[in-house]
């Protein structure tokens, strides 16, 4: 089975292990975690090749979390550090709360990739570079003065030499294809070689493979060929005599999958649908990261689901708005830039009081900023960022798999109080994934619509006489005898025409607000983590620094030291007990990947004199800096 | 799991002409109407009231969108389903509402600042996507609302409050824009003609997708006579080209034409000295170089002008494919179940299975 290739130019460098004795006999050692990231150009294919590692490694029951990490241009220079594109993955057999701050072992695909990437390797970790790569043209252009191979750069790491490229080309050479073909496949190589490292199941590789490649003989011949390859090269060569293993995470039971948030989110949508009666219509302008959403919904027509493509992001607002007034399920998603052109639909679904979700996937600002780095910094834009007094609520999912928790939320909080949410996600969550243990879909919540069916006055409809939650009827038209008129002036309380009462204005103005406050009436309490209930110093939350907080709340209290945590899904209203808890410690760290927008909300709110740790290099939050922090806040008197 | 099918409150579908003789009264709402006195905005409303009893289609299976400006406010007097949007968005929140609801009669009521400007966007691409949705352009020419600006229709030279010496703006042609956007439908009418526009009304309601019916409207406050030339008797006689397909151009009872110059550009020129070879034929269904050339037979209506329909062509409505590709997939794949979407791909099972 293996393809005949002499293993040649393979010398082990400095530090790399001992000549290895001429009968292989490999050793299998146990680790309890792992972190591994892939690196090479944008056109290596290292997402997919992490991607399918982590489907491997989901499979193989361990705990999981990824951080996939690419450049904005599509098409960067090849073999520039600006065109590096890397994957990481922390898997382990306990459960784990982040995709890991260093790694343990890096996959460099060109020189590029280890000069992006090296900083972030651990000291003494493993390096695998692509030796084929590493040649004049393509050190000149990663910008390395000398070859770092060989000039003591890497002095300290485990390095290994592996010409992916080379054997790559002659395991699939009888296919022919032509070379450049050939060295395509490279990344199946090394996907082969860190499976067989870590013993990854070959079969969920190979059998996604099939389906991916199954009528393209040859394609999938080739992958197939490369895979097997790299594995092989792992098994059979000198060069690793050590291969790991990660045993299963031990987890409640049930079945699991493997998600990410772009995934949970869309599905979320798509349960809300079904669990509403009301048809899912999706209307978006294609961005980064959110056109995800737009491209899964749009696969998923047989769920009834509507996906519109509309000519910009205003237009997708209100063609959601014009089906959420004709009676589905409108929903519109973008990610910051967009979030500002639709403020002014924000501002008329709030008048109109209909139900509407509008996610947004935010990454770094302000402007384009960094469009495929994360940030979470449009929590004040949420909360305030349209003209007048226009509260809405805010949802903010906390983990890929929360997305779908946290969409179905946004959907009925939408549809019960009709009127506008807000659902916040990054491009950390949106992308990255983790296991999750599936629900069962008939235990989901269901979602009435209620929609008006009669008068509600008497013989006369009011469409602006609300419910005992300040909800007012959703009359969608065909509905005999409820016709109405609705619109951005402000409406008289009850009949709904246009009124330019002062006093009326007052009313209403407080109506729209106290209808969103009330909401906290069945926002479940936060929870708080704290073993013992006697920490002093309180780490709140929200959003994708829910890992981080947890791992490093865990690393602190692994020392000895005590301290809580809570994370804040509900961004408006609150939920009811957010300022109880947060009087009842003496110091109050609030992380954030912003400067301090929940801190400033929590303060403004609570009297609460938070501290604000931030950062925003549009990466997440590493759970090391973050105990850091905390240890450094408990020393403080 | 329920069904994912909307529960419909018994719409009455398009045009079925089962209703009970609907009158005038049944799409008047019971709000005061507020425009100027004199506005061509209480002609069109009294002649769009009147005709929508023809449609047979119920109010209540009906809507009405608008935007931002006097035209705006149409919506509520119009005693249909209605929403009254944003500036500029109407044709997007209709595109909505006519895109989730085929069965549903919609209509937009936007004006040239409204729909021109900063709605430009969103009325090219409702064109170009052919929805079904009736849009009437009220082109007064001017900012009324904001109490008179030059609007992007107004005539180069022009002196408003915001154009003190004259505006430098060139203007839209409106008609050529929404030719130039692919519009399946392009009609031009006049506020006080109640025949020409019933007649227009008719014939767009007809048209499967988007209609665009640009209405001269005159607004006697701020840019009063602007359409006289093509819009009052007796200047209107001359100057009016009633555009029937099939049709010789002629007007100016019977004296004038219009005909294919020399040079092959479209002319006015007298009946009597030109050979009937040479008079166009009205067609609204071949190439839009014709309705192209017409509409720029004159750019401002202050000289012999077309009214009536430019163009009218069938393609695929917007709403429709988007429902049937929905159906279709349902057919080929079957019925969407969340159970199975989530247990979709790789999974695996912890202990005993739950
Ligand atoms: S300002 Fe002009 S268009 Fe507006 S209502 Fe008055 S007359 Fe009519």
Not at chain 1, 435 to 453: C, G, M, Y
Not at chain 1, 558 to 577: E, I
Not at chain 2, 110 to 138: P, Q
Not at chain 2, 173 to 202: C, K, W, Y
Request: charged content about 20%; aromatic content about 8%.
């Amino acid at each position: 089975m293996c393809r005949g290739y002499p293993p040649r130019g393979l010398e082990l460098t400095q530090g790399a292990k001992g000549p290895a004795p001429a009968v292989m006999t490999k050793q299998v050692e146990e680790k309890k975690r792992v972190v591994v990231r892939f690196a090479g150009d944008s056109g290596d294919g290292m997402q997919l090749t992490g991607d399918r590692f982590t489907n491997a490694t989901a499979v193989l029951g361990n705990d999981l979390a990824t951080l996939p990490d690419f450049p904005a241009e599509i098409r960067a220079p090849a073999g520039t550090v600006h065109g590096v594109s890397a994957f990481q993955i922390q898997f382990a057999s306990t459960d784990i709360l982040t995709p890991g701050d260093h790694p343990n072992v890096l996959v460099a695909m060109n020189p590029a990739a280890l000069k992006a990437e090296l900083g972030t390797v651990e000291r003494g970790g493993t390096i695998i570079v692509n030796e084929d790569a590493f040649n004049a043209r393509n050190l000149e252009k990663a910008g390395f003065a000398a070859d770092p191979l060989t000039d003591g750069t890497l002095e300290g790491y485990q390095v290994y030499r592996v010409p992916m490229t080379s054997i790559t080309v002659r395991a699939v050479e009888e296919l022919g294809l032509t070379r450049k073909e050939a060295e395509r496949s490279k990344n199946m190589f090394a996907l082969g070689l860190l499976s067989w490292m870590y013993g990854r199941p070959v079969d969920v590789t190979l059998n996604w493979l099939h389906k991916k490649f199954g009528d393209k003989q040859q394609l999938y011949d080739a992958n197939v060929a490369a895979f097997k390859a790299g594995y092989n090269f792992g098994e059979t060569t000198e060069l690793f005599a050590t291969s790991y293993v990660v045993k299963p995470a031990p987890v409640a039971p049930g079945t699991y999958r493997n998600i990410s948030g772009a995934t949970a989110l869309a599905w979320g949508l798509v349960a809300a649908s079904q669990r509403s009666g009301l048809r899912l219509f999706y209307a978006s302008y294609p961005i980064t990261p959110a056109s995800e959403l737009l491209h899964e919904l749009s696969r998923l027509k047989n769920f009834g689901v509507i996906t519109l493509q509309a000519e910009d992001e205003i237009a997708a607002a209100n063609v959601a708005l014009g089906a959420a007034f004709a009676g589905d399920l409108g929903v519109t998603g973008t990610s910051g830039p967009g979030m500002d052109l639709k403020a002014e639909t924000l501002g008329l679904a709030v008048t109109l009081e209909l139900p509407m979700v509008v996610v947004d996937v935010q990454r770094a600002g302000p402007s384009t900023g960094m469009p495929t780095k994360t940030e979470q910094a449009d929590l004040l834009l949420a909360m305030f960022g349209r003209h007048g007094e226009s509260p809405l609520p805010i949802v903010a999912a906390k983990s890929p798999s929360h997305c779908f928790e946290a969409a179905m939320e946004a959907a009925r909080i939408a549809v019960k109080y009709r009127t506008p949410v807000i659902l916040l996600s990054d491009t950390f969550i949106a992308n990255s994934s983790e296991p999750w243990l599936i629900p069962d879909a008939d235990e989901l919540p269901t979602i009435d619509p209620n929609f008006a069916t009669g008068p509600n006055a008497g013989q006369e409809f009011l469409p602006y006489l609300r419910d005992e939650n300040l909800a007012r009827p959703w009359a969608i038209p065909g509905t005999k005898g409820l016709r109405h008129r609705i619109g951005g002036l402000e409406k008289e309380d009850g009949t709904g025409d246009i009124s330019y009462d002062p006093q009326n204005h007052e009313r209403m103005t407080h109506l729209r607000a106290d209808k969103v406050t009330k909401i906290a009436d069945e926002v479940p309490p936060v929870e708080v983590d704290d073993p013992d209930g006697d920490a002093e110093l309180l780490v709140v939350g929200w959003g994708s620094t829910f890992g981080t907080i947890r791992a490093a709340a865990r690393r602190v209290r692994d020392q000895g030291r005590k301290v809580a945590t809570a994370h804040v899904v509900h961004m408006s209203p609150f939920p009811p007990n957010l300022g109880e808890v947060l009087s009842r410690y003496q110091k109050v760290l609030v992380p954030e990947q912003n400067l301090g927008q929940l801190a400033l909300l929590v303060r403004g709110r609570f009297l609460v004199d938070a501290t604000s740790y931030t950062k925003v290099q549009g990466q997440p939050i590493f759970a090391e800096e973050l105990e850091t922090e905390i240890l450094r806040m408990m020393e403080e008197r | 799991m329920s069904d994912p099918q909307i529960q419909r409150n018994g719409a009455a579908g398009n045009g079925g002409g089962a209703v009970a003789t609907l009158t005038k009264k049944d799409f008047t709402s019971d709000q005061e109407v507020r425009w100027c006195p004199g506005c061509g905005d209480y002609a069109i409303l009294a002649i769009v009231q009147s005709f929508m009893p023809e449609l047979g289609i119920e109010p209540d299976d009906t809507v009405f969108v608008s935007g931002i400006g006097c035209s705006g406010r149409f919506t509520y007097y119009m005693d249909t389903y209605g929403v009254h949007g944003i500036h500029g968005r109407a044709p997007a929140l209709a595109t909505g509402i006519a895109t989730a609801r085929p069965d549903l009669s919609v209509w937009v009521v936007t004006g040239d600042g409204d729909g021109l400007s900063i709605g430009g966007n969103h009325l090219i691409h409702a064109l170009r996507r052919n929805v079904n949705m009736k849009i009437l352009l009220f082109n007064n020419q001017i900012y009324g609302l904001t109490k008179g600006q030059y609007s992007p229709t107004s005539e180069e030279g022009k002196v408003t409050k915001s154009t003190p010496f004259g505006s430098v703006d060139h203007p839209f042609n409106p008609i050529a824009l929404a030719l130039g956007a692919e519009a399946s439908f392009v009609a031009r009418t006049v506020d006080n003609d109640r025949q020409h526009m019933t007649q227009i009304l008719r014939q767009a309601a007809a048209h499967r997708g988007t209609a665009f019916i640009e209405i001269y409207q005159n607004c006697n406050v701020f840019n009063d006579g602007a359409f006289d030339a093509v819009r009052e008797k007796p200047q209107g006689v001359h100057n009016q080209i009633r555009l029937e397909h099939g049709q010789p151009i002629v007007f100016d009872e019977g004296a004038r034409c219009v005909r294919v110059g020399d040079n092959g550009r479209l002319e006015i020129a007298g009946v009597t000295e030109t050979d009937p070879e040479r008079i166009v034929v009205h067609d609204v269904h071949g190439r839009p170089s014709l309705a192209f050339a017409l509409a720029h037979l004159s750019h401002r209506p202050i000289e012999p002008t077309c009214i009536g329909v430019f163009r009218e062509v069938e393609r695929p409505v917007f709403g429709e494919a988007t429902i049937a590709q929905v159906a279709s997939a349902t057919e080929r794949l079957g019925q969407g179940s969340v159970e199975k979407l989530l247990h979709s791909g790789d999974t695996w099972t912890v202990g005993a299975p739950a």
